[in-house]
């Protein structure tokens, strides 16, 4: 039989802090080198109860205690009180019997200089992850200007030939293709800025879940044609504040991404949403989910890296956008998958306390202008493909164009003609669409303005009738036009 004697003997040769507790958690004895680790003497230790030195201990005391009953030992990190400062220590505690009683011996051992080594590492992570994120992003903003800019030219002139009834069939299908790789080579870049957080968005206040059964039938549409896809909106009545096109977005990815997950033959996708209470307050969560192959344990920690991916022919940059958009909006997203049993990825964005209703836009849209023979245009773009395409796309309405090689010579036209409409590019040499803005409202407060860029981040005090995005397709130009000039001004959403 052990005696608490015996063991008070050997501890002065154990060269780690050393605890005999009652289960109780009162302290029977302390070797020296834990005396002297918390500066006081063992018999003022002795009798004491496991909250003097370890006062995170106190009121966990009991669950340890069940646990090594149960277990027969257990492992906590825990801080101690020390003269120096708090220490961390790893402690460990195992059951014995000693004087015919039950009772608890433990070691702790101080990783104190580990921790802050590892909270040292992470934090220099998390500024290099921050600073690759701002590069990616300049580099995504500069890859976004011109290359939109050189798109506009591919997809507007591909969409708007396709109106040319003369053409055969099998150009209009070239067209076709040449269109939709124009569409797939915006949709990358758009997913590269909402990677690294940049780019111009505009939020509203709207019903979530009346998006997502808007977009529901669509979604559906994407998947492969062996899955089985259900949209069940159930979050009730709340409204978010968002950039509607980023959330469908993180929809489409999301779905995407599900797809690509099922096996061979074929699968289920789940879609829902729901209202849940976390960190205090109400937080709409949408989830979806598949029965696919999941995600492996080491693909698992590189899901949201961009241009990770394992499938070869993707590009990796569905999930980072997802995750982009979703730390721009004020939310979290997280994944929960078991390898060949699928995966559940979940977001969480904020809802509006006491939010007003969403309601749909009272405005009736008229017709389209099919005609725009009376309306003179202005257009002012630093890129020459940008204003030779768009002034085609124009006069083959009938319009009366003028273009502008930059903001200087565009304030300069504004003072010399009237305008019906000035379409101005956000970024030119010298003055930008946005510094142009404010004098087209003084000089020609009746004139409707359209501002269009492949890339911008900037929000002037005064905002245009539109905003078109770079590169846009025939149809999307003519549209944002009929508006502007159709439907009375009012006040937009709020720009981030």
Not at 125 to 151: C, M, T, Y
Request: aromatic fraction near 4%; proline fraction near 6%.
């Amino acid at each position: 039989m052990t005696s608490l004697a015996g063991i008070a003997i050997e501890f002065h040769r154990v060269p780690v802090a050393a605890v005999i507790y009652e289960l109780d958690g009162s302290i029977l004895a302390v070797n020296p080198t834990m005396s002297a680790l918390v500066g006081a003497d063992t018999g003022v230790l002795s009798g004491s109860h496991v909250g003097n030195p370890t006062p995170d201990m106190r009121m966990s005391w009991p669950e340890i205690a069940a646990a090594i009953r149960a277990h027969g030992e257990a492992t906590r990190e825990i801080t101690l009180t020390t003269p120096t400062g708090p220490r961390i220590m790893q402690w460990l505690g195992w059951i014995a019997e000693v004087d015919t009683r039950p009772v608890i011996i433990a070691l702790a051992i101080d990783v104190t200089a580990r921790k802050h080594a590892e909270a040292r590492a992470a934090h220099e992570e998390q500024q290099a992850a921050k600073q690759r994120l701002e590069s990616l992003g300049l580099v995504a903003g500069g890859i976004a200007h011109d290359f939109n800019n050189l798109l506009v030219g591919v997809l507007a002139e591909a969409s708007a030939t396709q109106e040319d009834r003369s053409l055969s069939e099998s150009a209009r299908e070239s067209l076709q293709q040449i269109e939709a790789a124009a569409k797939r080579m915006a949709q990358l870049t758009r997913q590269l800025l909402a990677y690294a957080g940049r780019g111009r968005f505009v939020t509203a206040i709207f019903d979530p879940d009346t998006l997502l059964r808007e977009v529901g039938e669509s979604l559906v549409r994407q998947v492969r044609e062996d899955a089985f896809v259900s949209v069940e909106p159930a979050a009730g009545e709340l409204v978010i504040e968002a950039d509607p096109s980023l959330l469908r977005q993180v929809l489409t990815n999301l779905v995407a991404n599900a797809s690509d997950a099922l096996t061979d033959a074929g699968g289920r996708i789940a879609i829902t949403s729901r209202m849940i209470m976390t960190r205090d307050r109400p937080w709409w969560q949408l989830e979806v989910a598949d029965d696919g192959v999941g995600i492996s344990a080491e693909a698992l920690p590189r899901v949201f890296d961009p241009f990770f991916s394992t499938k070869q022919e993707r590009h990796g940059l569905g999930l980072s956008a997802v995750q982009g958009i979703v730390r721009r909006l004020g939310g979290e997203i997280e994944v929960d998958t078991t390898p060949g049993k699928g995966t559940r990825f979940r977001v969480q964005l904020p809802v509006v306390p006491g939010g007003p209703p969403a309601r749909r836009p009272t405005t009736q849209r008229m017709s389209k202008i099919e005609l725009l023979r009376e309306v003179r245009v202005l257009i002012a773009d630093d890129e020459p493909a940008v204003r030779t395409t768009v002034r085609r796309l124009l006069e083959r309405r009938g319009a009366n164009v003028v273009m502008a090689v930059d903001g200087a010579e565009a304030e300069l036209r504004l003072a010399e003609q009237r305008f019906d409409l000035v379409i101005l590019d956000v970024t030119m040499p010298g003055r930008g669409g946005y510094e142009v803005l404010p004098t087209c409202r003084a000089v020609q407060p009746e004139a409707r303005v359209i501002l269009m860029s492949g890339y911008t981040e900037r929000i002037g005090e005064i905002e245009p009738d539109a905003f078109l995005e770079k590169p846009f397709t025939a149809k999307t130009l003519d549209q944002t036009i009929d508006e502007v000039l159709l439907v009375p001004r009012a006040l937009a959403g709020h720009p981030k």
